[in-house]
Nanobody, 116 residues
């Protein structure tokens, strides 16, 4: 049984920082991309940041220069360092893992709330 467990969410003031972690358990065949999405009520889930097994990264324009995605391949863990947080970053953040066969796995989400 594959599980993705996020941690590190919470309440922070604007300008502050948070670090999200996502630990995977169970066997996932040939992981390629690991990353983070976020969703607010009434909106579609959107990509925040992703990193491939080769280290290539992709960021939403709204977080470039403020967020950093990284991964530990030995631990199948992905991180999201979020700095200079803004109220508009408030959302539920979901961990995502995709393998080379394009199968996707999701965590249950962690709430990030940025107060102004």
């Amino acid at each position: 049984q594959v599980q993705l467990v996020e941690s590190g969410g919470g309440l922070v003031q604007a300008g502050g920082s948070l670090r999200l972690s996502c630990a995977t358990s169970g066997r996932i065949f040939a992981i390629n991309s690991m990353g983070w999405y976020r969703q607010t009520p009434g909106k579609e889930r959107e990509l925040v940041a992703a990193i491939t097994s080769g280290g290539s990264t992709d960021y939403a324009d709204s977080v470039k220069g403020r967020f950093t995605v990284s991964r530990d391949n030995a631990k199948n863990t992905v991180y999201l360092q979020m700095d200079s947080l803004k109220p508009e970053d408030t959302a539920v953040y979901y961990c995502n893992v995709e393998n080379v066969l394009k199968r996707r796995y999701w965590g249950r989400g962690t709430q990030v709330t940025v107060s102004s």
